[in-house]
């Protein structure tokens, strides 16, 4: 345990409940450790049954107290400007053929 200490800081609870050494890496994250989680690199549906008769699933939906007349939020994961949509979803839809669309805050 005097190597976990040295090496982070502190000692490794996983090692000091166990009771027992690991082979494999048993570091803790810091508190304020960032996780970054990507998502898969191969197209693939997110819509796999919700109103798949219709070529493009887009809800309206109205909203009395926004400061534009129309606001677009991203519904396939793909827009560079999350959460606001940027028409991301007509490559994806093409390249998957998935129908997924924006959701559509409205005034």
Not at 37 to 59: G, L, M, Q, W
Request: proline content about 7%; hydrophobic content about 35%.
């Amino acid at each position: 345990m005097a190597a976990c200490s040295a090496k982070w800081g502190y000692a490794n609870p996983l090692r000091e409940l166990a009771g027992r050494q690991y082979t494999h890496n048993t570091r803790v994250a810091p508190k304020n450790t960032v996780r970054v989680i990507r998502a898969e690199s191969t197209p693939a549906a997110i819509n796999p049954s919700i109103r798949k008769s219709e070529e493009k699933v887009v809800d309206n939906v109205p909203v009395a107290e926004l400061s534009k007349p129309v606001t677009a939020y991203c519904r396939c994961w793909r827009s560079q400007t999350f959460p606001l949509c940027d028409g991301s979803h007509v490559k994806h839809n093409k390249a998957t053929g998935d129908n997924v669309g924006p959701l559509l805050l409205k005034k």
